[in-house]
């Protein structure tokens, strides 16, 4: 079964530190390019990081320096680490394949998101 769970979001101070885990089940991601993605109230979701299966990263612009993705295929999980979080950084954060989010039944799948606040 196909699955993908985030986890590890919450509400930190500007400045702070947040390390975010996608648990996912079904080979096809281990085998796929993985990417953390974010949407925030109004906006559309777009791509904030991207690792491939040997480990090469990609960053928006605005995350660069700040946030480090990372897998472990052993364990099945695609992490974030967030340092040096802004209130723009505020935002339901997912993962999925990349460039295209997984299709299942002709339709978009993904996880629940995990909320990410950035607040003093």
């Known amino acids: 079964q196909v699955q993908l769970v985030e986890s590890g979001g919450g509400l930190v101070q500007p400045g702070g530190s947040l390390r975010l885990s996608c648990a996912h089940s079904?080979?096809?991601?281990?085998?796929?390019?993985m990417g953390w993605y974010r949407q925030a109230p109004g906006k559309q979701r777009g791509l904030v990081a991207r690792?491939?299966?040997?480990?090469?990263?990609n960053y928006a612009d605005s995350v660069k320096g700040r946030f480090t993705i990372s897998r472990d295929g052993a364990k099945n999980t695609v992490y974030l680490q967030m340092d040096s979080l802004e209130p723009e950084d505020t935002a339901v954060y997912y993962c999925?394949?990349?460039?295209?989010?997984?299709?299942?039944?002709?339709?978009?799948?993904w996880g629940q998101g995990t909320q990410v606040t950035v607040s003093s």
């Open positions: 999925n394949t990349y460039p295209a989010p997984l299709r299942i039944r002709n339709r978009d799948y």
């Open positions: 079904g080979s096809i991601f281990s085998s796929s390019v």
């Open positions: 690792i491939t299966t040997r480990g090469t990263t």
